[in-house]
């Protein structure tokens, strides 16, 4: 098997080990809900109010995209009114 893909299988394993372990050691142990709710308990709930949370989420997605739009406008404006000469680059790992 490719190592990037055991490496991928393996953390997608983590992640869902992670949350039957949640699920079952809340069982186990008798923990309230209103403590700490199991994720089927929170998928569950979030399915039940999408109608409601999703106007929210929406404007949240549409404010957090337009704070990034004029985060990079303003940059841009800053390097060229004060001379920066080469663009900023984002380095890819060695």
Known sequence: ???????????????????????LLCVAFGIKDIVLPRPSQIVVTLGQRMPAIWPHA??????????????ILASSTFCRTWGCRAPCRISSPP
């Not at 098997?1 to 699920?23: C, D, K, T």
């Not at 929406?58 to 985060?71: D, I, K, N, P, S």
């Open 1 to 23: 098997m490719n190592p990037q893909l055991r490496r991928r299988f393996a953390s997608a394993a983590l992640i869902v080990g992670f949350f039957v372990a949640w699920e």
């Open 58 to 71: 929406l404007q949240t997605l549409y404010t957090t995209l337009v704070g990034f739009a004029l985060g």
